[in-house]
């Protein structure tokens, strides 16, 4: 589903007063969206407004499908346009503020930079993180250019084409000018650039290769989380990642995954949900000894490489698209951090050493 005009946090509010009319948010369904309930589709894409919120909305006519006003229970259909619309001004993103962030860059012409983000980097400000961002180290880099932005995206997220999680390293794409920007989120929409993850994960999968396909939406309790539907028709995007293991070392697994679909935190409730969470996931349960011992010094062992790695173990490692204008095929790999290949260090002398026992 593409988003349109998306603004933050709108109120939805119990009464409704004559006069100007302006819109906050506008989401337009994707062309195979099944049918959905109109309060159910906007309780997903709406983060931090409660379902009943949305209801109340309706009710009082705020909310419109097609500029027309329907019933909560209205079924979505593809293509359908969905506004909010309210008596008072939208909330205008803050300036985006410059700041001299030392950026990776693995390469650069002039149409577009693929970069190495950090773990622990946001991408783009938002509440709590109004500044710190690659999206203000790239204002200062860009700072005499003006970045495209991508359609749906909010006015602070200039040059944007894909996100990844704040605790997940790796590489990113940024286009520098609007025709660039429109290829390259086409590609990444109909999935024909290639992205592949690098994940340490609990215990070993019965298979070496397998594919995931399963719903992921806002989890339906915890605004925080995703959640992986197994009925496609609970709710949630389609969604679906191949993966591979590369080393399977029996408390832990190096698995490769590649992503079909991009939907947020696609791989950590993929992998969660068949029961091998990245390892340190605090949000989807892998930050706990889910496989081994109960003896103290295995304990003590997993909790050193909790604090060696204090995120979960998720690396964006390769990145693959079309150059929009060369029409070049262009591939890029990036190394694992250090953090990583420590842990990972420490579990082949682990499981070494246990072998020889």
């Not at 790695?309 to 060369?326: C, D, E, N, Q, Y």
Request: net charge negative; charged share 25%.
């Amino acid at each position: 589903m593409t988003e349109k005009n998306e603004q933050t946090d709108p109120e939805l509010t119990e009464e409704s007063t004559p006069g100007e009319i302006f819109e906050h948010y506008r989401f337009v369904a994707d062309p195979g969206q099944g049918p959905m309930r109109l309060d159910k589709f906007l309780f997903e894409k709406m983060e931090k407004v409660s379902r009943n919120r949305i209801q109340n909305a309706i009710k009082q006519g705020s909310i419109k499908v097609n500029g027309n006003i329907f019933k909560a229970n209205y079924k979505i259909r593809p293509n359908d346009v969905i506004t909010i619309e309210l008596p008072e001004p939208p909330y205008e993103p803050r300036e985006l503020v410059p700041e001299d962030i030392p950026l990776d860059i693995r390469y650069e012409d002039d149409y577009l930079m693929v970069v190495h983000k950090p773990a622990g980097m946001v991408v783009h400000p938002g509440v709590g993180t109004p500044n710190g961002t690659l999206v203000n180290a790239l204002a200062f880099y860009f700072k005499n250019m003006e970045l495209p932005v991508k359609e749906g995206n909010a006015l602070d997220r200039p040059g944007l084409v894909h996100r990844i999680d704040k605790n997940t390293s790796g590489l990113l794409v940024i286009a520098k000018t609007a025709e660039v920007m429109t290829h390259l989120s086409k590609q990444f929409a109909d999935h024909s650039s290639d992205r592949t993850y690098i994940a340490l994960v609990w215990s070993e999968p019965e298979e070496m290769e397998g594919t995931v396909t399963m719903n992921v939406g806002r989890h339906p309790t915890n605004r925080t989380k995703q959640y992986g539907f197994k009925d496609p028709d609970e709710g949630g995007k389609h969604a679906v990642t191949h993966y591979k293991v590369i080393e399977p070392m029996y408390y832990v697994s190096l698995i490769e995954c590649k992503l079909e679909t991009g939907r947020t935190h696609q791989i950590r409730v993929h992998m969660g949900a068949i029961g091998h969470p990245i390892f340190n996931d605090d949000r989807y349960g892998g930050d706990k000894i889910m496989k081994g011992t109960v003896y103290t010094k295995y304990r003590r062992f997993v909790e050193n490489c909790f604090d060696i790695m204090s995120r979960h173990a998720l690396h964006a490692k390769s990145l693959g698209f079309t150059h929009p204008i060369t029409k070049e095929r262009m591939n890029f790999e990036t190394e694992l951090p250090d953090d990583f290949e420590q842990v990972l260090t420490r579990w082949r002398n682990y499981i070494a050493t246990r072998t020889k026992q």
